[in-house]
């Protein structure tokens, strides 16, 4: 990679021409230690782009939430990159979230100009706003929930909540309809928040179970948990 490490890429291809007609955009993103891209939604021509950035260098934008590394081993990265714009002019909107721990985003959809996303977040001061839970849970990491409005620069954090128990977790997969996030993943924590509407409120064990959440972005505190349930088995 130009930038040194590993980068991650952005790529869009035609897939009704051939050879080289079809790459109508490609490029690196990244500084000079280790970063990928993880997660990728669009919106038109703007592709909206998550992962892990251990450069302290990443490419931000002016009009970023956050513009400052966090700390090692990793933040997550949010960026919008209009494929239709050329070299610099695409990166219309890049910035950190993180904290001093382990932070990756590994999924994210759009809704608007909003990018909202879930992973997993290593570290207490993981920014929180309007959150369902406001504290770090324990067991090395956290998932977490949270939308950005990438036209708002440092204001744009207008939801971001931890979601686990004691043990390991990590958002893996969002959706979102109207206000409602959806978000999938993997749970070690015999004390992950379920409801009592789930389909199963009991840790399963093995290991690892399943989590499925639904939780609404406008409503902070105990009452955004609308739905939460393990699913999984011995």
Do not use: C, H, M
């Not at 109508?24 to 703007?46: H, K, P, Q």
């Not at 966090?70 to 950190?96: H, M, Q």
Request: no cysteine.
């Amino acid at each position: 990679s130009p930038n040194g490490g590993q980068d991650a890429f952005v790529a869009r291809l035609d897939t009704t021409k051939r050879r080289n007609a079809g790459l109508e955009y490609s490029t690196y993103l990244g500084g000079f230690l280790d970063d990928a891209g993880l997660g990728i939604a669009f919106r038109g021509s703007d592709a909206y782009v998550t992962g892990i950035a251990v450069s302290p260098n990443f490419p931000t934008t002016a009009n970023a939430y956050d513009q400052s590394f966090n700390g090692f081993p990793a933040d997550v990265w949010v960026s919008r990159i209009d494929t239709e714009k050329a070299a610099a002019a695409s990166l219309e909107y890049s910035s950190y979230i993180g904290s001093g721990g382990l932070d990756i985003g590994l999924d994210v959809v759009v809704k608007g100009q909003d990018a909202i996303l879930t992973g997993l977040a290593g570290a207490e001061n993981f920014p929180t706003a309007n959150a369902y839970d406001s504290t770090f849970n324990g067991g090395g990491i956290d998932g977490f929930v949270a939308r950005l409005d990438t036209g708002a620069g440092a204001a744009g954090l207008e939801y971001s909540s931890f979601l686990g128990g004691g043990g390991p977790d990590s958002g893996r997969g969002i959706v979102v309809r109207g206000n409602d996030a959806f978000i999938a993943g993997p749970t070690g924590s015999p004390n992950f928040p379920t409801t009592a509407t789930a389909f199963d409120t009991s840790f399963n064990g093995g290991g690892l179970d399943v989590f499925v959440t639904r939780l609404d972005l406008n409503t902070a505190g105990d009452a955004g948990l609308e739905y939460s349930s393990y699913l999984g088995g011995a």
